[in-house]
C-alpha cells in the first residue's frame, strides 16, 4: 500500500491535482482509494466515486483540528483501503493548524500552493511545506514568469530540498513528474509516525476555557509583549 498525503490552503486545487493523477494512472497496476479530510464539509469523495468508481471515504474532524485527526485515523484507513482492494491511498487534508504536520513517515507528503495566493505564501503555513516531499505550484498560469521566480524562491527559502512541480492542473499540465515520484515511493509500513514534532503543548483554551486575558489561563502561554511561558500544572 502506497501512502500519499496531500495537504494545502483551501481552493488551492489540491483536489484538482489528485483528479488528474488518478485519470492518469488508474489501471491494472493501481488501484487507488481515496479519504478526504475536513473540518465542516466535504463532497469531493462524491465527485471522485462518481467520475472514477474508486473506495471513497470522508471524516469531519469537527472539534479536532484536521492533523490531529490524521494522527487518529490514517492507521484504520490504510487498512480500510487494503480490504477495499486498493494499492494506493490518496488523503487529502485541510492541514488547517499550520503548526503540525500532516505527513507521516514511510508516506509521500505533497503540499499544493496556489500561485496566485501571494508570493508570501510559502513563508506562512509552516509544516505543511517544510516537511513535504514534494511541493505542487498550481495556476501557473495566471502569473508572470517573474511571479514564478519569486514564488520558487520563497518555497526554497522554507524548505531548500522540496521537490518543485509547477503545473495548470486544471488541463493536466505538469503533472507526468509528480506521477513519476508516486510510482516511485515506497510502501507504508505499520506501524507509522508522525513526521516532525507536533507543536509545544496545549492550554486551557484548547480545554474549552473562553475567558480573554492571560490571568485566567494555565499551561503555554504568551501575552503581547512576552514570548512563550509555562504556568501551573
Known amino acids: 500500500m502506497k501512502l500519499v498525503i496531500i495537504a494545502g490552503p483551501p481552493t ?11 485519470k492518469k494512472m488508474i489501471g491494472a497496476d493501481i488501484r487507488p482509494a481515496f479519504l478526504k479530510v475536513d473540518v ?26 484536521p492533523d490531529h485527526c490524521n494522527v ?72 508572470s514568469q517573474a511571479e514564478r521566480e519569486v514564488f520558487r524562491a520563497r518555497i526554497n527559502e522554507v524548505s531548500p530540498n522540496v521537490e518543485i512541480i509547477e503545473s495548470n492542473a ?9 506521477i513519476k515520484k508516486i510510482k516511485e515511493s515506497k510502501e507504508a509500513v505499520l506501524p507509522m509516525f508522525l513526521r516532525g514534532n507536533p507543536p509545544v503543548g496545549t492550554c486551557t483554551i484548547c480545554a474549552g476555557k473562553k475567558e480573554i486575558g492571560t490571568e485566567h489561563h494555565y499551561g503555554v502561554l504568551r501575552t503581547l509583549d512576552e514570548d512563550l511561558f509555562y504556568r501551573g500544572e
Request: net charge negative; glycine share 10%; with cysteine.
Open 12 to 22: 488551492c486545487g489540491k483536489t484538482t491535482v489528485i483528479k488528474q493523477v488518478i
Open 40 to 65: 465542516q464539509y466535504i463532497d469531493e469523495d462524491e465527485m471522485i466515486k462518481k467520475e472514477f468508481g474508486i473506495p471513497v471515504k470522508k471524516v469531519y474532524s469537527g472539534e479536532l483540528c
Open 72 to 143: 487518529l485515523i490514517l492507521a484504520d484507513a490504510v487498512k480500510w483501503a487494503e480490504k477495499s482492494g486498493a494499492n494506493l491511498l490518496f488523503v487529502e487534508t485541510a492541514g488547517l493548524c499550520l503548526r503540525c504536520s500532516p505527513y507521516v513517515e514511510g508516506s509521500l507528503g505533497i503540499s499544493v500552493l496556489e500561485s496566485t495566493s501571494g508570493m508570501n505564501l510559502p513563508r506562512k503555513i509552516g509544516p505543511m511545506l517544510s516537511l513535504a516531499d514534494i511541493a505542487v505550484v498550481t495556476k501557473i498560469d495566471l502569473i
Open 170 to 178: 486544471l488541463y493536466g499540465i505538469g503533472i507526468d513528474p509528480l
